[in-house]
Structure formats: structure tokens, C-alpha cells
């Protein structure tokens, strides 16, 4: 099978595991560039500004060359982050549900760890950015997606995921890299730009 079908398999089963984590969360009341042009390093890519972000009064800066794909459900947005050559790309996703939803910090680190065959070690961090708390975390191995339960899907060996938890004013907004390791470690150093640009902004009112 040819790598660009499979990431797009991949890609398809990370929108539908974030969906039924929400709705699971919920119930329980816990909570652009073009690919194609030459890539600039990740240390040096320009920033953009992403768009507002009304619910959650949180706005961010995304990486130039990470391309915003369509909407989706329960998303802020969605970025594929391409590689610097082939065909090989990781998905960003940004998560907004609602004041007090999403489940605490612990919860969904144990759930992304989870989601690797044998359950992943995370390596995690805590900082500042724009006066609000970030919980970052990153994990490593064989990813294992799956869907309400039932048996994993595709295995995806040699997989990082990046994730980070940002304590907004408004509730919890929930970052998640996941892609092949190489085109994840690459943008790592993007990734964190990202996280350190989330700034507060005043509440809209009616």
C-alpha cells in the first residue's frame, strides 16, 4: 500500500477517535504553505496568525508552512504538517469543548499513551505562555488507533505524538501532533513556538 493512501486512512481514524473522546469526556462531565514548495527549516519557519478563535478567547500563531485544512467538527483547527521531502506528513489538531470539559490533565495523558501498543512512556513538561499553563507531553512507538472500543486499526509503526494541554480562560484547548516520527521530530521545534504563542484575548460580548 502506497504511504500517501495510508496517511490518509491515518488521518481519517485521528478525527474519529477525538470525536468519541469528546462525547465520552462529555457524559462523564470531566471535563499555509503549500506542501509542494521548497520547506523552510523548522527553527525558521515565519509565523502566522490563526484563525479567531472566538469560544475559547485564546488565539495562537501557526507555522507558515503547515497548512490549514477544513473545518471540523469539535476542531479549532487542523494543520497538516507536511515533511521537508516525500510524500510523508503529520496532522495537528487543536481542540476547544467548552468550559470544564475535556477531562483534567492526568486523564488525557493516560489516553494518549494508551493509544500505543503496550502503553507509551510520555515524557511531559509543565510552563508559561501568555500567562496561562501548559501541560506539554510527547510519546513514541507503535500507534495503535481505534474507534469506540472495537479492535485497533492499521498500526502505525515508528509514530510521535506531541501533545499539550493549555489552561484557557474559557476551559482547557487541547493541541495533539501525531504523525511519523521523523516529520513529528522535525517539527517539534514548531510545535513549541506554537504553544508559546497562545495569548489571552477579552471576552466577546452578545
Known amino acids: 500500500m502506497r504511504a500517501a493512501p495510508i496517511m490518509a486512512i491515518v488521518f481519517g481514524l485521528i478525527g474519529a477517535l477525538s470525536a468519541c473522546d469528546a462525547r465520552r469526556d462529555r457524559a462523564a462531565d470531566t471535563a499555509s504553505g503549500d506542501p509542494r514548495r521548497s520547506m523552510a527549516s523548522p527553527h525558521t519557519t515565519p509565523m502566522v496568525e490563526a484563525p479567531p478563535a472566538t469560544t475559547s478567547c485564546v488565539p495562537w500563531d501557526a507555522p507558515e508552512r503547515w497548512k490549514l485544512e477544513p473545518g471540523r467538527a469539535m476542531r479549532l ?45 510520555l515524557e511531559s513538561s509543565r510552563f508559561d505562555a501568555g500567562g496561562m499553563k501548559v501541560d506539554r507531553a510527547r510519546a513514541h512507538g507503535t500507534w495503535m488507533p481505534h474507534v469506540d472500543g472495537a479492535d485497533p486499526a492499521m498500526p502505525a509503526r515508528d509514530f510521535t505524538l506531541l501533545g499539550a494541554i493549555v489552561e484557557g480562560p474559557n476551559g482547557a484547548i487541547f493541541v495533539k501532533l501525531i504523525g511519523p516520527s521523523p516529520v513529528v521530530d522535525a517539527a517539534a521545534p514548531e510545535f513549541d513556538r506554537l504553544l508559546h504563542s497562545f495569548r489571552k484575548t477579552a471576552p466577546t460580548t452578545p
Open 77 to 121: 483547527a487542523t494543520y497538516r504538517v507536511p515533511a521537508a521531502s516525500g510524500d510523508d506528513a503529520a496532522e495537528c489538531a487543536i481542540y476547544y469543548f467548552g468550559p470544564g470539559q475535556g477531562g483534567d490533565v492526568r486523564s488525557n495523558f493516560e489516553r494518549w499513551a494508551g493509544e500505543f501498543e503496550g502503553g507509551a512512556k
